[in-house]
């Protein structure tokens, strides 16, 4: 997860935790329901902490690259893929600055990566030119609504939440076969617990 409060901000968070992962070691729903879907072929994690969905994926035989901004959080997710017997590629970098290739990834993974709106709406043109020919996204973020859950998420910040109106057109050439925003329970770890307001994407690359 990203969200403003920079590199440090989230090593002392992950670090913090101990042997604990702030968003437990399960993948997140929405992207353990896509995962069967996606093609064969390599994934780029955005955002991705600790590793939770980096793990999940190469455990279904992908090819991972898990990108933060976080040095402890991704040493947590090497450790992770290793009680798992995996491997995944970890990247420390901001998103403003990583450049994502073009036409390579298999699918690319955006969960609760919340940015301020110009490089979110960069980061997503990026991802979307990143997709190879029937390339998927998955994302899953929080709308202004969860401000009223409180439940996780960056609510002191509601200028970095997400809703489907604004996000959807920010994937240049996709076309959605998820989008919409619902609520639900999130459970996960302690970060992230209890009914909460989301918007969920799953799209392909037309073409």
Aim: net charge negative; with cysteine; proline share 7%.
């Amino acid at each position: 997860m990203a969200v403003v409060g920079g590199d440090s901000f989230w090593d002392q968070r992950y670090g913090d935790a101990g042997s604990a992962y702030v968003f437990g070691t399960a993948p997140n729903d929405f992207l353990a329901a896509c995962a069967p879907s996606l093609p064969p072929g390599p994934v780029l994690c955005l955002a991705e902490g600790e590793g939770r969905n980096a793990v999940h994926l190469a455990s279904r035989g992908h090819a991972v690259t898990a990108v933060d901004q976080s040095s402890v959080g991704l040493a947590k997710a090497r450790r992770l893929a290793t009680r798992h017997g995996v491997d995944l590629t970890a990247v420390v970098a901001n998103l403003a600055d990583y450049p994502i290739e073009l036409g390579k990834w298999s699918a690319i993974v955006s969960i609760f990566c919340h940015l301020p709106q110009p490089l979110r709406r960069q980061a997503h043109a990026r991802a979307a030119a990143g997709l190879a020919p029937g390339g998927r996204i998955i994302l899953e973020a929080y709308t202004p609504a969860q401000v009223r859950f409180k439940t996780g998420g960056p609510i002191g910040a509601p200028e970095l939440l997400m809703t489907l109106a604004e996000v959807r057109d920010e994937f240049p050439g996709v076309t959605w076969e998820v989008a919409h925003e619902i609520e639900r329970e999130v459970i996960e770890g302690d970060g992230h617990t209890g009914r909460a307001a989301v918007l969920q994407l799953f799209g392909r690359r037309d073409p």
